[in-house]
């Protein structure tokens, strides 16, 4: 099992995956939230005011095969996202 910086596990991490470096703390990149299966950092090139991303802490090397058995990890991330207040309103 990996760790990140903040002693919590990493599932299973690809090296050349920014992703999976930002996730595991070995970028500058700061994390706004994570589990011990998600992390939540800022977008690299934001679209909107508030941009975020998500992303499991498990390496994904293609979302088409993703089945109902990862379904609890993007409800995870929806949650994480009410939880934690990085849901806002603007109108």
Same mark, same amino acid.
């Given at each position: /099992?990996?760790? $990140? @910086? !903040? #002693?919590? =596990? /990493?599932?299973?991490?690809?090296? @050349?995956?920014?992703?999976?470096?930002?996730?595991?703390? !070995? +970028?500058?990149? =700061?994390?706004?939230?994570? +589990?011990? $299966?998600?992390? &939540?950092?800022?977008? *690299?090139?934001?679209?909107?005011?508030?941009?975020?991303?998500?992303?499991?802490? +498990? %390496? &994904? *090397?293609?979302?088409?095969?993703?089945? %109902?058995? @990862?379904?609890?990890?993007? !409800?995870?991330?929806?949650?994480?996202?009410? +939880? #934690? $207040?990085?849901?806002?309103? %603007?109108?």
């Amino acid at each position: /099992m990996v760790y $990140n @910086d !903040k #002693n919590r =596990p /990493m599932l299973q991490i690809k090296s @050349d995956c920014i992703f999976c470096s930002i996730a595991s703390g !070995k +970028t500058d990149q =700061p994390i706004r939230s994570e +589990t011990d $299966n998600v992390a &939540i950092f800022d977008d *690299r090139s934001p679209k909107a005011r508030y941009h975020f991303q998500c992303v499991p802490k +498990t %390496h &994904i *090397r293609d979302p088409k095969k993703l089945t %109902h058995k @990862d379904i609890p990890l993007g !409800k995870l991330c929806v949650g994480l996202f009410f +939880t #934690n $207040n990085f849901y806002f309103f %603007h109108f």
